[in-house]
């Protein structure tokens, strides 16, 4: 079995029968993968190369430039860093534009949804707040563009972090001064005969990380706050049973909020609706999948049709009229699939363009029309679809989520006084995180679901977003009722406040909201966030950006653990550095587990040390 | 008899033959760990080129074997059964008289235990780890006579075609 969810085996068996390859197959075929690039010792940078060193201890051990494996793992590592915080960063630069064009009245159908957020995001910047918000927005989008290419000093939100945390970055120099010029500084010192010493390398990766999570990362979780509204609980439905038999069945998939939201717009326009039904259906049933369907999961509790493994058996339900994306962990395979059947996948950026898809470019400016435009397009396919090869092969479960800080703030009366009490009290032994997608190196969602389960039994608070927290839910994890699969602290807590026992915070750029808890929990208690009983864990990540976000919550303080192994083990010096030696420099490191339990294990015994080292 | 074959047409040089081979002989068989383990895994083949082209080469577990004829210890011997040039660890006593003798430097000196190394085929698998991780299908693992049919319908195809064209 492929999967821990049923109808996901069951689609791909149909795939099997119908001769589609999906993932799991065309993983198959690159085994045995290259040794050189799991271990992270080809470097394709120059090209004197490509070098590989052998891994094994004869030669090569130098690539023709000189550079031995660590810096050459360093530099890789560096790249992927830059790759990851660009890819969050960017996105946090189109909201940005987006509330640049909305307080301009320039794009139609966006407006300022949360002006108390935006007054006090406005403060931080220092801007006069006694102003019509369309002013006080204008500023603010302003002041953040600064943040990307100027340099002043260092960037905003960094502020938020506790007084010795920012003592231990300045100290290394690590302090992030512009969004784009951290990335821009990686690439350029890792272009060949730049930046020669792996550890100098290794602290600029944690200065980029830094630029994501309390940069690019922090920007588009409160400005896509500010232009769509704070996520407040919110009850929903997830996996692939959210499709429907009768209705157009629309999924939007990829990371950024400000299409999704249109398309939530779109999909109940009446004149659509009216369309949909003479088109012979019931109506239109849209869902999101990855990390912009937990965007409009959380603002307007649209249903979830799965993660990032789930996409392409989606399509072999034969019941999808559309799959909308716009940028960031779509498969290219997507649309060869969708040839099988009736489904469009519709391309919407500039950014990412598909071969074999339809596009139908979104600008926000026109943002609602244009998703009229494309919901139009997913009904009048509704017609072709081929009821004979249509098979949902599930139930939705039942989810809540919409945990933003400010919900969690809400929740417990107002101040967060009560959580730091139960942490006291040990009613709540620790809260751990739990980011990132999924990989078919890992049976999918089980590492998820097994390490989440493992640290709710122990009194553990789970916090989570992304693929992992859509994994949660289809287990039926993210309901008030799962406190029962708690602890019993954890338990009692959860059901005085009628909260789940596993919080879904949001996509993945809204792993900066899990930073401001950590930060406030910190501040709080007068200590750093490296002193906190907090873990974090990336059960099964594949992306580069999770491998920025897992170097942001490291240099943030907060020991890790890693479920797939990053390509960083041809050099023993990188990975000592990653696994021990940054224990000392920035007080947490990262662990690679591959058995979730295990993973849970190493998590618990951090936080039982931490704790002790609070006199708790 | 079965036998290793190269096709150097499809040979890209990436030497994952190599590193899948020190991997198959190392105390773990798993990547990640086998590159932290003391002493290290060595590969029993190593990718050579010329003039553009690239070739993995190892033993060919020669019929007539100049090293099993050139050791003085016995360490060397060819099994009838397998048809491979099988090494005796306890009896090689490090003269490197069968390196000197390979006409494909097969021979692989070990210094750490003073004896030689060399491709075993991988008793224990059903394919040799070079072959299974080649990415390419430049390596092949078969019957001689099989793999030379294949070879002679080649041969076939590409002369009758010629032929035709040319009347």
């Known amino acids: ?616 | 008899m079965k036998g290793i074959f190269i096709d150097i047409e499809k040979c890209i040089g990436c030497k994952s033959c190599e590193i899948y081979c020190a991997v198959s002989h190392s105390a773990s068989k798993q990547i990640f760990s086998a590159v932290f383990e003391d002493p290290l895994p060595a590969e029993r083949v190593k990718v050579e080129s010329y003039n553009a082209f690239s070739i993995p080469i190892q033993c060919r577990h020669c019929e007539e074997a100049p090293c099993v004829d050139a050791c003085p210890s016995g360490a060397l011997s060819k099994e009838t059964e397998t048809g491979i040039v099988a090494m005796d660890q306890e009896r090689c006593i490090g003269c490197w008289m069968c390196a000197m003798v390979c006409p494909f430097g097969a021979i692989i000196p070990k210094m750490d235990s003073k004896v030689i190394i060399k491709c075993d085929r991988c008793p224990d698998l059903d394919e040799p780890a070079c072959v299974n991780a080649c990415p390419t299908n430049a390596l092949l693992f078969g019957e001689l006579s099989e793999v030379m049919k294949k070879s002679r319908k080649k041969a076939a195809q590409i002369t009758i075609s010629a032929i035709k064209n040319a009347i």
């Open chain 1, 1 to 616: 079995m492929k999967s821990i969810e049923k109808s996901v085996n069951i689609l791909i068996e149909k795939a099997e029968n119908e001769g589609i390859e999906l993932a799991w197959d065309r993983l198959e075929k690159q085994e045995p993968q290259c040794g050189f690039g799991l271990l992270g010792i080809c470097c394709r940078i120059c090209n004197m190369g490509p070098c590989r060193i052998n891994p094994f201890g004869d030669e090569p051990k130098k690539g023709v430039c000189g550079a031995a494996a660590d810096v050459i793992v360093a530099r890789n590592l560096g790249r992927m860093i830059a790759a990851g915080a660009a890819a969050h960063s960017d996105h946090g630069r189109d909201i940005v534009h987006t509330l640049l064009l909305a307080s301009q009245g320039k794009a139609r159908g966006y407006e300022i949804k949360d002006e108390a957020k935006l007054k006090a995001i406005a403060a931080e910047f220092k801007i006069d707040t006694n102003r019509d918000k369309n002013d006080v927005a204008k500023d603010l989008a302003k002041g953040v563009m600064q943040e990307f290419g100027m340099e002043k000093g260092e960037i905003q939100f960094i502020k938020r972090a506790p007084a010795k945390r920012r003592e231990i970055w300045e100290k290394l120099g690590i302090l992030p001064r512009g969004i784009d010029r951290e990335i821009v500084e990686m690439m350029h010192r890792t272009h060949i005969g730049v930046d020669n010493d792996y550890a100098n390398i290794i602290l600029h990766g944690l200065r980029t990380s830094l630029s994501d999570g309390w940069g690019g990362s922090m920007v588009a979780t409160e400005l896509s706050d500010i232009l769509f509204g704070t996520p407040k609980p919110v009850k929903s439905k997830v996996n692939l049973g959210v499709l429907k038999e009768d209705a157009v069945n629309i999924i939007v998939h990829g990371h950024e909020p400000t299409l999704s939201e249109m398309i939530v717009l779109a999909s109940k326009d009446p004149d659509l609706i009216a369309l949909a039904k003479k088109n012979g259906a019931k109506g239109i049933n849209l869902s999101g999948m990855c990390c912009t369907g937990n965007e409009i999961l959380m603002r307007k509790g649209v249903p979830v049709s799965g993660n990032f493994l789930n996409q392409e058996v989606a399509i072999i339900t034969g019941a999808v009229e559309a799959i909308i994306v716009d940028v960031q962990c779509i498969m290219p395979s997507i649309t060869e699939i969708a040839k099988c059947y009736h489904t469009d996948i519709i391309s919407t950026s500039p950014k990412a363009k598909f071969t074999g898809a339809l596009h139908m470019e979104f600008h926000e400016d026109k943002g609602l029309d244009i998703a009229k435009e494309i919901v139009k397009k997913a009904i009048e396919n509704f017609p072709k679809r081929n009821k004979e090869k249509v098979l949902i092969p599930d139930k939705p479960v039942e989810m809540c989520a919409g945990f933003s800080v400010e919900a969690i703030v809400e929740a417990l009366g107002g101040k967060l006084d009560p959580l730091i009490d139960a942490i006291k009290a040990g009613q709540i032994k620790g809260i751990a995180a739990i980011v990132g997608c999924n990989n078919p190196k890992v049976k999918h969602d089980k590492s998820h679901v097994e390490m989440t389960k493992k640290l709710i039994e122990n009194d553990i608070l789970v916090v989570e977003t992304g693929c992992v927290a859509i994994a949660n839910a289809k287990v039926g994890l993210l309901v008030p009722e799962a406190a029962e699969k708690a602890g019993e602290g954890l338990k009692a807590v959860c059901k005085a406040l009628g909260i789940p026992p596993v919080l879904h915070m949001g996509s993945c750029v809204d792993i900066s909201r899990i930073l401001v808890v950590a930060a406030a929990i910190a501040n709080a208690l007068g200590v750093d966030i490296s002193d906190l009983p907090v873990a974090g864990a990336a059960p099964e990540w594949m992306s580069e950006k999770a491998v920025s976000i897992g170097t942001y919550v490291i240099a943030s303080g907060v020991f890790t653990v890693l479920g797939t192994v990053p390509p960083v083990l041809g050099s023993a010096e990188v990975a000592g550095l990653l696994t021990n030696g940054a224990e000392g420099l920035i007080g947490a490191k990262f662990a690679v587990e591959m058995d979730p339990v295990k993973g849970a294990d190493l998590m618990i015994d951090h936080i039982k040390a931490k704790r002790k080292g609070l006199g708790l």
